[in-house]
């Protein structure tokens, strides 16, 4: 994988990801001129973190109300994992960025 490659997956494609899902739910996390930060990080980090998510919680044998419950869970812990997973992503774009400005000099 060459060095243009590198970035774009490791940085530049989740943080257009992230800008275009903060962009996308503004209107849900902002209320008036006060931005529920949690809301905002549940909403951004989702599509980071709910891949595994789904894996662990599985709504079978429930009722209408028990599976709307499993996945009301899933996007929750699924867009509070993704926070996180994305936040380490971006890091991890920026460690190769420096790494490969050092390996120039």
């Not at 970035?7 to 008036?32: C, E, H, N, S």
């Not at 867009?79 to 050092?102: D, E, H, P, T």
Request: glycine content about 10%.
């Amino acid at each position: 994988m060459n060095k243009v490659e590198m970035i774009f997956r490791q940085l530049v494609l989740p943080l257009t990801v992230a800008v275009l899902m903060a962009t996308l739910f503004r209107t849900i996390y902002m209320d008036g001129e006060t931005c529920n930060y949690f809301l905002a990080w549940i909403l951004i980090g989702f599509p980071f973190g709910i891949g595994k998510m789904c894996l662990w919680l599985v709504p079978t044998h429930y009722d209408l109300a028990g599976t709307i419950g499993i996945v009301f869970l899933n996007v929750l812990v699924g867009g509070m994992i993704g926070g996180f997973v994305l936040i380490w992503q971006i890091l991890k774009g920026l460690s190769c960025i420096v790494s490969i400005i050092l390996r120039r000099n």
